[in-house]
């Protein structure tokens, strides 16, 4: 049977299937436009912005690091390029298989291994890390030809920091080493403009000169706008705004004075200040043993870090900023100061020292079999303990205190290093407020005795006492200390000398000065310093010191073949010359190194030859002073401006 179909119907369907398909084409071009009008008219500035970024890339170019010279101009950090070889763990499915893979293409140490798992633990796992550095060009060809096997790993062209004379004066320059996490805390709190500085640097100041002066050695960052393939390579530079170097900055050290101190140390531990008592500039700043800060440089080995870190010596610790000593006898020119200064006591006053000190029920030590009657002079002179025994007794410790401040005693001096500590000038506010002990906070006038020869709770650093003998020298004028003594702009080639607050003069009577300062001369000419200077060109004044390294009682002979070297007496001497004029001041301790003529005058001795007669010992003199032996120049000293210095002075010239 036949169908018959409904023609009218079947059209009518047609029609409607038409005009919704019709509809629907026609809503579907309509949102097609609006979307293409909303992507090329309303979107089309912020799009067009997206694509060029897509295209293009923004790559930070870091500064050349500004270099560090000493006064004289010898470089002292400078700096090197080399290409590396670096990992980004986040991109690596297996860090050792990598490593292992990458060793057999370039040569990959145990040490670059440990150096490598150091840095990790100081990064994010998306940070560049270096695995080797140096490369050679054969190196960075062999894994150019292999880098498809290696993702995640590339070869970057760095600049790196230089350290030419190796452990000299590390302490006073410092290092430069990879950003940590905590200092990237830090910079969250820098201006936005500093942080934008810093985009691409991946090393930064950590001590030193290093540390402090780092914003002006870092220079400015740089940016290149380049042009990129759809797998993200540079095609072409688009745009470049070079960096700008750092500034150069000039030490007032003298790197030849202190390679001479540094060399007279030997292996002894200890610091030294020397100051120009005129201007508070820093001419030598040692601390030994010292370390070499190029270890730093590309991230020190865990093997090396503890080696350094552990060793009882302590070749990290900056002993003349962050070292505190009792200054022992070279305290007693300012105790008499002090007592003149206040009326405390006259300078013709005659005190009998019969070789020891009585107080409430306790005997106090001084020379074996006394000195007999001594007024002020040859108190100082001839360093008689029982004098300055009575004399902190009637002054009293807070007097002390409060004279001893404003020379910079206990004291942030200012210098501009960072790290510098306060060490102890005591006094009885200090110890109800550091003790918790109802018992322990009250002070005793026997704890008052020890005070005047420098010992007690007396613990200063040798940069205070410098400061303090600087000021003594100069008739009382205290000078901020510093060791930046120019900035030379990297672009105009303009140098600045940096401006210094003006001296405070601490009021002190001329008269006074005279006497104390007559005193330290008759040390070197006929006390304790008499055979250490014996035959000098110049005239000299000074102060020795012996300062206990640990408490071992007033009464208990001392007998240093009977102790451990470490438990030994501290030798320390402070100076200044010429007497008349001075030009340098110094203080140095030698640690458990005995009497202060013995060990720390013989080293300040060749300092102010070297510096007032343009001296320097010769070899054997030089070996007699490293072994604590030598009293006086032995055989004809060599004239220090024709020495052939071993000193890699680099390229450069002075500002």
Request: charged fraction near 25%.
């Given at each position: 049977m036949?169908?018959?179909?409904n023609?009218?119907?079947d059209?009518?369907r047609?029609?409607?299937?038409?005009?919704v398909?019709?509809?629907?084409?026609?809503?579907?071009?309509?949102?097609?436009?609006?979307?293409?009008?909303?992507?090329?008219?309303?979107?089309?500035?912020d799009?067009?912005?997206?694509a060029?970024?897509?295209?293009?890339?923004?790559?930070?170019?870091v500064?050349?690091?500004?270099?560090i010279?000493?006064?004289?101009?010898?470089?002292?950090?400078?700096?090197?390029?080399?290409?590396?070889?670096?990992i980004?763990p986040?991109?690596v499915a297996?860090?050792?298989?990598?490593?292992?893979?990458?060793?057999?293409?370039?040569?990959?140490?145990?040490?670059?291994?440990r150096?490598?798992?150091?840095?990790?633990?100081?990064?994010?796992?998306?940070?560049?890390?270096?695995?080797r550095?140096?490369?050679?060009?054969?190196?960075v060809a062999?894994?150019?030809?292999?880098?498809?096997?290696?993702?995640?790993?590339e070869i970057?062209?760095?600049?790196?920091?230089n350290?030419?004379?190796?452990?000299?004066?590390?302490?006073?320059?410092?290092?430069?080493g990879r950003?940590?996490?905590?200092?990237?805390?830090?910079?969250?709190?820098?201006?936005?403009?500093?942080?934008?500085?810093?985009?691409g640097?991946?090393?930064?100041?950590?001590?030193?000169?290093?540390?402090?002066?780092?914003?002006?050695?870092?220079?400015?960052?740089?940016v290149?706008?380049?042009?990129t393939?759809?797998g993200?390579?540079a095609?072409?530079?688009l745009?470049?705004?070079?960096?700008?170097p750092?500034?150069t900055v000039q030490?007032?050290l003298?790197?030849?004075?202190?390679k001479?101190?540094?060399?007279?140390?030997g292996?002894?531990?200890?610091?030294?200040?020397a100051?120009d008592?005129?201007?508070?500039?820093i001419?030598?700043?040692?601390?030994?043993?010292?370390?070499d800060?190029?270890l730093?440089?590309?991230?020190?080995?865990?093997?090396?870090?503890q080696a350094?870190n552990?060793?009882?010596?302590?070749p990290?610790?900056?002993?003349a900023?962050?070292?505190?000593?009792?200054?022992?006898?070279?305290?007693?020119?300012?105790?008499a100061?002090?007592a003149?200064?206040?009326?405390?006591?006259?300078?013709?006053?005659v005190?009998?020292?019969p070789?020891?000190?009585?107080?409430?029920?306790?005997t106090?030590?001084?020379h074996?079999?006394?000195?007999?009657?001594?007024?002020?002079?040859?108190?100082?002179?001839?360093?008689?303990?029982?004098?300055?025994?009575?004399?902190?007794?009637?002054?009293?410790?807070d007097?002390?205190?409060?004279?001893?401040?404003?020379l910079?005693?206990?004291?942030?001096?200012?210098?501009d290093?960072?790290g510098?500590?306060?060490?102890?000038?005591?006094?009885?506010t200090?110890?109800r407020?550091?003790?918790?002990?109802?018992?322990?906070?009250?002070?005793?006038?026997?704890?008052?005795?020890?005070?005047?020869?420098?010992?007690?709770?007396n613990?200063?650093?040798?940069?205070?006492?410098a400061?303090a003998?600087?000021?003594?020298a100069?008739?009382?004028?205290?000078?901020?200390?510093?060791?930046?003594?120019?900035?030379?702009?990297?672009?105009t080639?303009?140098?600045?000398?940096?401006v210094?607050?003006?001296?405070e003069?601490?009021g002190?009577?001329?008269?006074?000065?005279?006497?104390?300062?007559?005193?330290?001369?008759?040390?070197?000419?006929?006390?304790?310093?008499?055979?250490?200077?014996?035959g000098a060109?110049?005239?000299?004044?000074?102060?020795?010191?012996?300062?206990?390294?640990?408490?071992?009682?007033?009464?208990?002979?001392y007998?240093?073949?009977?102790?451990?070297?470490?438990?030994?007496?501290?030798s320390?001497?402070?100076?200044?010359?010429?007497?008349?004029a001075?030009?340098?001041?110094?203080?140095?301790i030698?640690?458990?190194?005995g009497?202060?003529?013995?060990?720390?005058a013989?080293?300040?001795?060749?300092?102010?030859?070297?510096?007032?007669a343009?001296?320097?010992?010769?070899?054997?003199?030089?070996?007699?002073?490293?072994?604590?032996?030598?009293?006086?120049?032995?055989?004809?000293p060599?004239?220090?401006?024709?020495?052939?210095?071993p000193?890699?002075?680099?390229?450069?010239?002075?500002?």
């Open positions: 036949t169908e018959l179909r023609v009218a119907a059209l009518a047609f029609k409607r299937r038409v005009i398909i019709g509809l629907v084409v026609l809503v579907a071009f309509g949102l097609l436009c609006a979307r293409l009008f909303f992507l090329q008219v309303v979107r089309h500035e799009l067009a912005e997206q060029e970024s897509n295209r293009t890339a923004v790559v930070p170019v500064p050349n690091r500004g270099l010279l000493d006064r004289n101009g010898i470089v002292l950090a400078s700096n090197y390029s080399a290409y590396t070889l670096e980004t986040s991109k297996s860090l050792e298989d990598t490593i292992d893979s990458l060793g057999e293409v370039v040569e990959i140490s145990q040490r670059d291994r150096r490598f798992k150091r840095l990790r633990e100081d990064s994010r796992s998306f940070d560049s890390i270096p695995i550095t140096r490369l050679s060009d054969e190196e062999r894994f150019a030809a292999q880098r498809y096997r290696f993702p995640g790993v970057k062209a760095r600049l790196f920091r350290y030419p004379n190796g452990e000299l004066a590390s302490h006073v320059l410092g290092y430069i950003i940590n996490q905590r200092e990237k805390a830090g910079m969250e709190d820098w201006s936005e403009e500093d942080q934008a500085n810093y985009k640097t991946d090393y930064i100041g950590k001590l030193g000169v290093e540390q402090s002066y780092e914003k002006t050695l870092h220079g400015h960052t740089g290149e706008q380049m042009e393939s759809a993200g390579r095609v072409r530079r745009a470049s705004h070079p960096a700008t750092g500034n030490l007032s003298d790197i030849k004075l202190q001479l101190i540094e060399d007279m140390f292996e002894r531990r200890g610091a030294l200040v100051i008592p005129n201007s508070g500039e001419l030598a700043f040692v601390s030994k043993p010292t370390f800060p190029n730093f440089v590309e991230g020190i080995d865990s093997e090396s870090w350094l552990e060793s009882i010596d302590k990290l610790l900056n002993r900023l962050r070292g505190t000593y009792p200054p022992g006898s070279t305290y007693k020119p300012f105790m100061l002090a003149l200064q206040l009326n405390k006591r006259s300078p013709s006053l005190v009998n020292d070789g020891f000190y009585t107080f409430g029920g306790h106090f030590r001084s074996e079999g006394g000195l007999g009657g001594v007024d002020m002079h040859r108190a100082i002179q001839m360093s008689s303990n029982t004098y300055f025994y009575s004399l902190a007794v009637d002054m009293g410790v007097t002390i205190h409060d004279f001893m401040k404003p910079g005693f206990g004291q942030i001096t200012g210098i290093v960072q510098e500590v306060r060490g102890l000038l005591p006094s009885t200090w110890k407020e550091a003790y918790k002990r109802p018992e322990m906070k009250k002070w005793f006038p026997g704890e008052t005795v020890s005070l005047g020869i420098g010992q007690g709770y613990n200063f650093t040798m940069l205070q006492l400061v003998e600087a000021t003594l100069n008739g009382g004028t205290k000078y901020r200390p510093h060791v930046v003594k120019a900035i030379k702009d990297t672009v080639g303009e140098v600045t000398e940096l210094q607050p003006p001296g003069n601490l002190f009577q001329p008269k006074h000065v005279d006497l104390v300062r007559n005193a330290l001369v008759a040390v070197n000419k006929g006390g304790t310093g008499t055979r250490v200077f014996a060109p110049y005239s000299s004044a000074g102060k020795t010191g012996t300062a206990q390294a640990v408490a071992w009682g007033q009464n208990t002979k007998n240093a073949k009977a102790l451990e070297e470490h438990q030994r007496d501290h320390l001497f402070a100076a200044f010359a010429p007497a008349e001075p030009k340098i001041a110094i203080a140095i030698v640690e458990n190194a009497f202060g003529a013995a060990a720390a013989p080293i300040v001795r060749r300092v102010f030859d070297y510096w007032l343009d001296q320097y010992p010769n070899e054997q003199d030089l070996a007699a002073v490293q072994a604590g032996k030598a009293v006086a120049p032995m055989g004809k060599r004239v220090a401006s024709e020495m052939p210095w000193i890699v002075s680099g390229a450069s010239t002075a500002p």
